[in-house]
C-alpha cells in the first residue's frame, strides 16, 4: 500500500512539474515586439488597481511571466509609435490582467 501511495504521489508531482515547465517553454508571443509596463492606482479607500499596459516597440525581448502568463516583451522598454489607438480590457473584480495577455498581444499594433 505504501508503494502504491509513493508511486502516486510521485505521479502528480511529475504532472505537475510537467504542466509548470511548459507554460516556460511555450509563452505567448506576437508577430512584432511588444512593450509591456505595470502601474498601480492607489486610492485613499480601495485597494490598489493593478493595471497592465502593452504597446509597440523596437526594444529587446526577454521572457517574462506577467500573472501566470509567459511572454516574450520588453518590460519598461521604449515606446515605438505615437499617436496609438487605446484599448481598455477589464476583467472583472475576480481577475488580473495577466489573464486576457493574449488578447493585450494581438491587439497591439506594430511599431512602424
Same mark, same amino acid.
Not at 1 to 4: A, D, E, G, N
Not at 39 to 44: A, G, K, L, P
Not at 88 to 99: D, N
Not at 103 to 108: F, K, R, S, V, W
Given at each position: 500500500?505504501?508503494?502504491?501511495a509513493i508511486g502516486l504521489v510521485l505521479s502528480l508531482a511529475l *504532472? %505537475?512539474?510537467?504542466?509548470y515547465t511548459s507554460f516556460f517553454f511555450?509563452?505567448?508571443? =506576437?508577430?512584432h515586439r511588444v512593450g509591456f509596463q505595470k502601474?498601480?492606482?492607489?486610492? =485613499?479607500q480601495d485597494k490598489p488597481l493593478d493595471i497592465g499596459i502593452?504597446?509597440?516597440? %523596437? =526594444?529587446? #525581448?526577454?521572457?517574462?511571466i506577467i500573472g501566470f502568463s509567459p511572454q516574450m516583451? %520588453?518590460?519598461? &522598454?521604449t515606446v515605438a509609435r505615437s499617436k496609438l489607438p487605446l484599448v481598455?480590457? =477589464?476583467?472583472?473584480? &475576480?481577475?488580473?490582467? &495577466? %489573464?486576457h495577455a493574449d488578447?493585450? *498581444?494581438? #491587439?497591439?499594433p506594430r511599431s512602424r
Open positions: 500500500m505504501l508503494k502504491i *504532472l %505537475a512539474l510537467g504542466i511555450d509563452p505567448a508571443r =506576437s508577430e502601474v498601480v492606482v492607489r486610492e =485613499s502593452w504597446y509597440p516597440t %523596437a =526594444s529587446q #525581448l526577454r521572457l517574462r516583451l %520588453a518590460t519598461d &522598454g481598455l480590457i =477589464s476583467h472583472g473584480a &475576480g481577475g488580473m490582467f &495577466g %489573464a488578447t493585450a *498581444l494581438t #491587439l497591439t
